[in-house]
């Protein structure tokens, strides 16, 4: 089994990324390192950075590439990913962190950037039928246009529908990420280190896709 990887994986929101993260991680026991998670962390904890970064996620906008940046750098040199490798998810945002990263990487580029392709429509429906509890967080899958609010199963709070999972709210989110990612697509692209893999089917069969992928690409380097 190929021992260590070195990923970057890109998707929509709702292509079942995080799952995929989780279970890639396990698989080639490496870190999964999300920029997202990393910064609701200060968030919750207040620190300086948390303040600052709460500011703009709230506004929808993008952490500035330099802070960012350090942010991962110092992420990257901690043992586990020095010794294993990453997966790095959220980040690269831009393609200015993208080359960032190269730099940071000397002498050892990556091996793959993963675009786990899901279609627009199906993240939309996918987003759209998602139903959350209050109280404890428990997620939910509503029937198609299914209004109702329901009883958490584990604690018998409300589920509903959060605020910016609505198809406006998600439509706008898609539009924002296709707009950042695509050049991003292109950056990976020309470097021959892209492979976009359909994320389609059941989570197992989208897992054998990647470490399919993921191996050859480790094979070869
Ligand atoms: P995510 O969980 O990856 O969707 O990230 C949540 C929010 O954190 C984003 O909407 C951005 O405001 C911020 N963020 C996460 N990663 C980055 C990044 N690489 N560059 C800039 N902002 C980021």
Redesign the pocket.
Known sequence: MIQGVRLVILGR?GAGKGTQCVRLSNHYVVPHI????M??AAVREGTPLGVM?GE??NA??????DI?VGI?DERLKRPDALKRGFIL??????VG?AESLGGLLVPTPLDLVIDLDVPRELVLERISSRRVCRDCGANYAAARNDPSVRICDRCGGDVVQRDDDTPEAVNKRLDLYDSQTTPLINFYNAQGLLAVINGVGHPDHVLDRLVAAIDAAAERR
């Open positions: 929101q999300s920029t997202g998670d910064l609701r970064a703009i996620m929808g906008g993008l952490v500035p590439d960012m991962v998810d959220g980040f690269p945002r831009t962190q």
